[in-house]
Every structure is written in structure tokens, then in C-alpha cells.
């Protein structure tokens, strides 16, 4: 009983460290997260198509693989590479992909691959003509569904290490219905190493080349699969998508319509002042609001209990604020009044969170 204790202890400490590492990378990934709201429903991926990358095509049995991978781990982190070409156009397609092996190291915060068994993937891998264009790792439950400060700088560091034009990274997650998510981000030099969130082209079939690679005699008990059985997939970004939506769990303030209205306002409010907003959905299906100006920002969190309890605020140290809050019935007005209470806080902050 007490190890479990213990556990939910690590893990929560954990989601305040990457609350912390989302708040200090924002201006890394904002490319990745615009929202501009323009129709009055929160069209978070939709509004993502000015920044986003050309779709990543995956078969759908390397889709599903990388699902199953996800679910075998609910409280650590996991991981694996992405094998595959690219098109003429520069697209990349999955044609195969791989978890962890069985020396690898998965932490709460953070996954090391087995290097023994990605080296004799590798040397197989070539042998078909395929290359490595990527790669992924989970975040299970932790509600991170971009990549951290540490995988942004990591990924640059050795893009420009080995001189590489562009790299694959992609986030996985579980959600509230114990479902896994995937989400893609492609890093470029010529957009300055710059994330861009990449929609899925999922192709309906079976990879060619899963049987094809599965049944190499080289492999032949090298190979780790995932042991949970069934893809489970939740809210995926999607090229099929018009309009994703958000899937908010009953009683959550942005389930009703007029309030997803009342946010819209709330990011023209904030637009009009300046400020540069981003609208993130985290994997238990919570709004955090980042908002950026002359180089300064914050990140707003739209708890489980808003508007009857106050959101908090959180700067890039790592700190966090609980302002004065009072609801009065109107969310717009209790937002409004609470930012001019807490505005002159935020300019005391601003040379702790100048990017």
C-alpha cells in the first residue's frame, strides 16, 4: 500500500516538473500550438493548418503498433524508432516501426533506448532499403502531449551535431479513457528548428514490410512486441479531420458550447492586449492557455473545477500563482477582473520569464 502511495506521489511531482518544462519551451513550440479561434468552436487542430508540416502517411498496422506499445506502459515512459521513406515531395512514410528493447530504460520522466537492440534493428533495417526517420517516446499519463524542453533540445542538438535537415519526433500519450494518443512533430533547420505538429495520414492496411521484417532470420529472437494485444486509439490528428474535437469529460467547463464562446473571448481579450495565445488540450483533457508577449509569458490551466475554482497560472521557473479569484456568475467578467488584479504580479515576473 505504501509503494503505491509513493508512486502516485512521483507521478504527480512529475506532471508539476513538466507543467514547469512546458511553461519554459513554449516560444520553441508555439508554431505547433497557434490558435487563433476564428470560428466560435475550439478548432485547436484545425487552426494549427498555417504552421503545420505536410501529413506523415503510417499504415495503419504500425499505427496500431505504436497504440499497443504506449498502453503496455500507464505510469513510465516508452519508446521505440520509426522506419521508412520519404516521398518526392519530402513527405515521410512509416512503414515499420519498433518499441523498446529488452535493456531499455523506462522512468517515470524519461525512456533510454536498448542500444544493443536498436543497432542489430538497424543493420536489418538497411538491408530492406529502409532508413530510420524518426523516432517516439511516451509521456503515459503525465499530460504532456508535445515534446519537453529536454526532447526539443535534445532532437536540435543533434540535428545539428550530424548536420541533419529534419527530424521526426513523435509524443505519445493515455488519456482519461485509457486510450493512447499520437501526436507528430517534425523539426526542420530551414524553419529554424522550429516543432510542427504533423497531421496523420493513416493508410488503411497492413504494412508490407511488417511480415517481411517480423520473419527475418536475423531477427528471429531479437524482437520485442508490445504485450498489450489490441489498439486502443483515442483523439488523433487526423488529415481526414475537418474539426477535431476535444473531448472533454462531462461536468468540464468547455463542454458546453457557450462557454467554448466565452474562451474565444477570453484569447481575443488577451490578443487585444498584445499577447500571443496558444491553446493547448492536454491528455486528461484540460485546457492550458500560453500566452506571450515582448518576449515574456505565462500559462494559464483551466483546472477540472473552473470557473468555481481559479485557474493557475504558471511561469517558466517553475513557479506557480493561484490569483484572486471571484465568480460571479459570468466567466468573461471573473477572468477580466482577475487579470487586472494579477497584471501587476505578472510584470514583477517579467525578468524571471524572459526567454
Known amino acids: 500500500m505504501k509503494k503505491h502511495k509513493s508512486s502516485k506521489a512521483m507521478l504527480r511531482k512529475a506532471r508539476r516538473n513538466y507543467r514547469a518544462m512546458q511553461s519554459k519551451t513554449a516560444h520553441l513550440v508555439q508554431l505547433s500550438w497557434q490558435s ?9 487542430h484545425e487552426a494549427r493548418e498555417a504552421h503545420s508540416a505536410p501529413a506523415i502517411f503510417i499504415y495503419k498496422s504500425e499505427f496500431d503498433y505504436l497504440s499497443r506499445c504506449i498502453l503496455d506502459y500507464l505510469s513510465e515512459e516508452t519508446g521505440g524508432q520509426l522506419y521508412g521513406f520519404y516521398t518526392e515531395k519530402g513527405e515521410y512514410v512509416i512503414v515499420y516501426a519498433i518499441g523498446p528493447g529488452p535493456q531499455a530504460n523506462h522512468q ?8 544493443e537492440y ?55 500519450n493515455i488519456d482519461h479513457k485509457g486510450r493512447s494518443t499520437e501526436n507528430a512533430f517534425t523539426f526542420s533547420k530551414d524553419n529554424d528548428y522550429c516543432t510542427q505538429h504533423a497531421a496523420w495520414k493513416v493508410i488503411d492496411m497492413d504494412s508490407p514490410y511488417r511480415p517481411l521484417i517480423d520473419n527475418d532470420p536475423e531477427l528471429a529472437g531479437v ?41 474565444k ?17 492536454d491528455s486528461n483533457g484540460i485546457v492550458h492557455l500560453v500566452v506571450q508577449r515582448s518576449g515574456e509569458g505565462m500559462e494559464i490551466v483551466f483546472g477540472k473545477n473552473f470557473p468555481h475554482e481559479a485557474p493557475l497560472i504558471s511561469f517558466p521557473d517553475g513557479s506557480d500563482m493561484i490569483p484572486e479569484w471571484e465568480y460571479n456568475g459570468s466567466i468573461y467578467d471573473s477572468f477580466v477582473r482577475c487579470y487586472n488584479k494579477f497584471a501587476f504580479a ?7 520569464y524572459n526567454f
Not at 36 to 44: D, E, G, M, Q, R
Not at 108 to 115: H, L
Open 223 to 263: 524482437l520485442r512486441h508490445p504485450r498489450t494485444q489490441n489498439a486502443r486509439h483515442g483523439q488523433n490528428f487526423l488529415v481526414e479531420d475537418n474539426v477535431a474535437k476535444p473531448d472533454f469529460q462531462d461536468g468540464y467547463w468547455l463542454k458546453n458550447k457557450e462557454n467554448r464562446l466565452v474562451l
Open 108 to 115: 517515470i520522466t524519461f525512456f533510454n533506448q536498448d542500444k
Open 265 to 281: 473571448q477570453i484569447v481575443d481579450y488577451l490578443t487585444d492586449l498584445g499577447y500571443t495565445c496558444s491553446v493547448n488540450l
Open 36 to 44: 487563433p479561434l476564428a470560428k466560435p468552436t475550439i478548432a485547436i
Open 118 to 172: 536498436l543497432l542489430k534493428v538497424n543493420h536489418v533495417m538497411l538491408k530492406h532499403g529502409l532508413q530510420k526517420i524518426g523516432e517516439w517516446h511516451s509521456h503515459h499519463q503525465l499530460g504532456l502531449n508535445r515534446p519537453s524542453g529536454h526532447d526539443v533540445n535534445s532532437v536540435v542538438s543533434v540535428m545539428r551535431k550530424y548536420q541533419i535537415n529534419s527530424h521526426l519526433l513523435c509524443i505519445g
Open 346 to 352: 505578472i510584470n514583477n515576473y517579467n525578468n524571471m
